[in-house]
């Protein structure tokens, strides 16, 4: 995926706010580089975490089918389609795919060609405002544990930079035995998102989830071995 232009009409400081992001620059040989990835760099109080915030909002309706908390409009390539929102504040987007105009409740019922496998988002300290971003598919992601589902990566995935005692090899654990850290500088922090592809490049929750699932004495569905006699 592939997010080509975002902008935002109102959200916090965030006023008539309109960014791009590059897919490839010429070299100074005249090759062509192609960018993965982008970060997004600048000054405390600029806006930095807010046009975060703001791409996780935007997901999280379009994904659940909900009106938009904000006008904004983004174009973006996913698994070769061209998707376009227009959005109001209060309204559900109008959206355009690969030329054609569709409801955005055509985003959400097929998520897995228009929408982003995943949001994952490492925030260092605690944020409330991000918790609150992800309650609603915290809550849905429990729900399908509790019905038998195995999908244990949830849409929007939140992962708040708390320290943990050393694991293997002295690495710091990070929210659970899924996911390892590399220690950085001291004092470091930052703000993270990305949207990826597919499961395998995330941190596997079985371990996570199952602990919280036998803290709360909850039954967990569990496949049992037949010994041989």
């Known amino acids: 995926m592939h997010i ?12 008539d706010f309109e960014i791009a992001f590059t897919r490839s620059v010429e070299t100074s040989d005249g090759n062509l580089r192609e960018f993965k990835s982008h970060a997004v760099i600048g000054h405390n109080g600029t806006g930095k975490s807010n046009l975060m915030e703001a791409m996780i909002a935007i997901f999280r309706d ?32 109008d ?42 598919h915290q809550k849905r992601f429990i729900q399908a544990l509790r019905r038998g589902k195995d999908d244990l990566i949830r849409l929007l995935f939140l992962l708040p930079g708390r320290p943990r005692p050393a694991g293997p ?31 395998a490049t995330l941190p596997s929750e079985a371990g996570l989830d199952r602990r919280r699932h036998q803290k709360r004495r909850q039954p967990i569905l569990v496949r049992p071995r037949h010994r041989g006699r």
């Open 4 to 15: 080509d232009r975002l902008k935002i009409a109102d959200f916090r400081n965030l006023k």
């Open 62 to 93: 379009l994904d659940l089918n909900n009106a938009a908390s904000f006008g904004y409009e983004m174009d973006y390539t996913i698994r070769k389609h061209q998707v376009q929102i227009v959005a109001v504040a209060g309204k559900k987007p």
């Open 95 to 136: 959206a355009t795919i690969d030329g054609k105009r569709v409801s955005a409740a055509e985003l959400a019922d097929h998520a897995r060609k228009y929408l982003p496998s995943h949001v994952f988002v490492y925030y260092s300290g605690k944020n409330e405002r991000i918790d609150h971003l992800f309650q609603a």
């Open 169 to 199: 090899a002295g690495l710091p654990a990070v929210q659970g035995p899924g996911f390892r850290r590399p220690a950085g500088k001291p004092g470091h922090t930052g703000t993270g998102i990305r949207t990826v592809r597919s499961q």
